[in-house]
């Protein structure tokens, strides 16, 4: 049974799966109306320290964060033009793994909810990236101890396995993030977002494999064979799931907020302080 158990950490052997991301239907939406999603925004601001004035923010989606730093010299970046129209400042098509800019070009580089999200052959170039573009600081976020599994869907059509929203690894660790940018200090991290409702391994494991429960999402799309059709099992496989869903309500769970948000700042950067501005009123 546990060989079947896939593991939190990172699964970079799964394909990138381009078109998940040019869907307009993940864009057209205000993040902004999801109250943990605007808490998040305004810790993000909160956290750009003083004197940071030229932002980059990369893998920014549809601007849901850059948009709201139109006091700042803020250039939105992602490799999907689709989310990109809904940027109101500068927006550049890139890709995080070869950035456009030259050394040290803004004060601070900004990554939110994509890292999780590179693949192998991404994530060790990206992270250079965003180091080497940052004069002095990156602002960083990635979900927090994610168990990738829980959000698995399986494909209909192909039976292909994948996570609905195209995670590939998962951060189990502040220092995990703080040790990808060696040339950084970390000097602000908080958490913020729902808490996270995980289940045992083993309850989910029964509850996918023999249940036939797993995650569906409208935008969920099979990265093998471009599917949107996501398995369910009806009856009596769905009530094996139920079963297992009741028993894992019961059990005392760890809680965990579900973002980490990191403030690190260039090793060796002048002296002067970090005063963290205020955050936006809600
Ligand atoms: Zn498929």
Same mark, same amino acid.
């Given at each position: 049974?546990? *060989?079947?158990?896939?593991?939190?950490?990172?699964?970079?052997?799964?394909?990138?799966?381009? $078109?998940?991301?040019?869907?307009?239907?993940?864009?057209?939406?205000?993040?902004?109306?999801?109250? +943990?999603?605007?808490? *998040?925004? $305004?810790?993000?601001?909160?956290?750009?320290?003083?004197?940071?004035?030229?932002? #980059?923010?990369?893998?920014?989606?549809?601007?849901?964060?850059?948009?709201?730093? *139109?006091?700042?010299?803020?250039?939105?970046?992602?490799?999907?033009?689709?989310?990109?129209?809904?940027?109101?400042?500068?927006?550049?098509?890139?890709?995080?793994?070869?950035?456009?800019?030259?050394?040290?070009?803004?004060? @601070?580089?900004?990554?939110?909810?994509? #890292?999780?999200? =590179?693949?192998?052959?991404? =994530? +060790?170039?990206?992270?250079?990236?965003?180091?080497?573009?940052?004069?002095?600081?990156? @602002?960083?976020?990635?979900?927090?101890?994610?168990?990738?599994?829980?959000?698995?869907?399986?494909?209909?059509?192909?039976?292909?396995?994948?996570?609905?929203?195209?995670?590939?690894?998962?951060?189990?660790?502040?220092?995990?993030?703080?040790?990808?940018?060696?040339?950084?200090?970390?000097?602000?991290?908080?958490?913020?977002?729902?808490?996270?409702?995980?289940?045992?391994?083993?309850?989910?494991?029964?509850?996918?494999?023999?249940?036939?429960?797993?995650?569906?999402?409208?935008?969920?799309?099979?990265? *093998?064979?471009?599917? $949107?059709?996501? =398995?369910?099992?009806?009856?009596?496989?769905?009530?094996?799931?139920?079963?297992?869903?009741?028993?894992?309500?019961?059990?005392?769970?760890?809680?965990?907020?579900?973002?980490?948000?990191?403030?690190?700042?260039?090793?060796?950067?002048?002296?002067?302080?970090?005063?963290?501005?205020?955050?936006?009123?809600?």
């Amino acid at each position: 049974m546990h *060989k079947e158990i896939r593991p939190d950490t990172a699964d970079t052997t799964r394909p990138d799966n381009v $078109r998940l991301y040019d869907q307009d239907a993940l864009w057209v939406r205000s993040y902004l109306d999801d109250p +943990h999603y605007r808490t *998040k925004a $305004r810790l993000v601001r909160g956290m750009i320290p003083e004197g940071a004035q030229s932002i #980059l923010d990369v893998a920014c989606g549809n601007g849901a964060i850059a948009n709201l730093l *139109k006091d700042y010299w803020t250039v939105g970046g992602d490799r999907s033009l689709t989310p990109l129209r809904h940027v109101t400042g500068p927006a550049v098509q890139l890709s995080a793994d070869s950035l456009p800019f030259p050394d040290r070009a803004f004060d @601070l580089v900004m990554c939110h909810q994509a #890292l999780e999200h =590179f693949s192998e052959a991404v =994530f +060790h170039p990206a992270i250079h990236e965003l180091a080497r573009v940052a004069r002095r600081y990156l @602002l960083i976020s990635v979900p927090y101890r994610e168990r990738l599994a829980q959000q698995d869907a399986r494909c209909a059509d192909c039976r292909h396995i994948y996570h609905v929203w195209g995670h590939l690894r998962s951060f189990r660790r502040v220092r995990e993030v703080r040790n990808l940018f060696p040339g950084f200090e970390l000097r602000i991290h908080a958490f913020c977002g729902p808490e996270n409702s995980y289940m045992t391994p083993q309850g989910l494991w029964i509850r996918q494999r023999l249940g036939g429960r797993w995650a569906v999402t409208p935008t969920a799309l099979c990265p *093998k064979c471009g599917s $949107r059709s996501q =398995f369910a099992a009806g009856f009596p496989r769905r009530a094996i799931a139920a079963v297992v869903d009741r028993i894992e309500d019961r059990l005392p769970r760890v809680p965990a907020f579900w973002w980490l948000v990191c403030l690190l700042e260039r090793t060796g950067a002048s002296g002067d302080s970090i005063v963290a501005r205020q955050p936006l009123a809600p």
